[in-house]
């Protein structure tokens, strides 16, 4: 059964950084995008980045610059890298791994960034 955990949030004051992990544990194959989707409150889910195989990268203009994700694919982790936070930062951050087959998803990992 396959399982992701995540790791690093937490509470940070605006500028500040946190570093997000998430690693897959379980028989995990064929895996195509690793990415970090966030929730902010009363708001629907967004995508923050997402990076391929290949280590393509992509990322949503509101974090261009600011964030950085990136993968081992050996440990089937991925990690964001979030520089220079925003309280508009603020969301329940959650990791996603789609696969040839199927997508699936962490349990969600608050950051708060206070103003």
């Known amino acids: 059964q396959v399982q992701l955990v995540e790791s690093g949030g937490g509470l940070v004051q605006a500028g500040g950084s946190l570093r997000l992990a998430c690693a897959a544990s379980?028989?995990?194959?064929?895996?195509?995008?690793m990415g970090w989707y966030r929730q902010p409150p009363g708001k629907q889910r967004e995508l923050v980045a997402d990076i391929t195989s290949g280590s393509s990268t992509n990322y949503a203009d509101s974090v261009k610059g600011r964030f950085t994700i990136s993968r081992d694919n050996a440990k089937n982790t991925v990690y964001l890298h979030m520089n220079s936070l925003k309280p508009e930062d603020t969301a329940v951050y959650y990791c996603n791994i789609a696969t040839r087959w199927r997508d699936f998803w962490g349990q969600g990992t608050q950051v708060t960034v206070s103003s």
């Open positions: 379980g028989s995990i194959f064929s895996i195509n995008r």
